[in-house]
Structure formats: C-alpha cells, structure tokens
C-alpha cells in the first residue's frame, strides 16, 4: 500500500499522503451512502410489492395525529 501511495504522488495525481488519504475516505463514503440507497430502495420494492398484494391496513390521518385535526381557536 505505502509504494502504491508513493506512486500516486510520485506521478502527480496527489501532492501528498494527506491527499490520498482524503480520496480514499471519500470513496468509502460514497460508497456507504451507495449502500444506504440501495438497502433503502430494497426495502421500498417489498413495501409495494406487499401493497400491490393487498398486504396493508388502511392509514387513518386522524388516529395517528389527530392533534392536525383540531380547530385553532
């Protein structure tokens, strides 16, 4: 790892260690945030997959706040 760092710098494509180090924890977070979307998007296809099965309970607005629904005075 440290010739591989040395060659990213020695070729220019990084003035330094600090730089490469820096890339490399922004890939990492790119690639968490990939992860996150993707769990997310799989979890978002079984919730319609379950809905377009007739898997869900009708929401009710009030019940679940009904404080919205009172009348300001």
């Known amino acids: 790892m440290q010739e591989y760092v040395r ?3 020695a070729s220019g494509a ?3 260690l600090s730089e490469v180090v820096r890339a490399g924890l922004r890939l990492l ?5 990939a ?3 993707y769990a997310l998007k799989a979890d978002l296809e079984r919730a319609v997959a379950d809905v377009e099965a007739g898997h869900f ?6 019940a679940f706040e009904p404080e919205a629904f009172e009348r300001q005075g």
């Open 29 to 33: 977070m790119e690639k968490d945030g």
């Open 7 to 9: 060659g990213q710098i």
């Open 35 to 37: 992860r996150q979307f």
């Open 14 to 16: 990084y003035a330094n």
């Open 57 to 62: 309970e009708p929401f009710d607005a009030y």
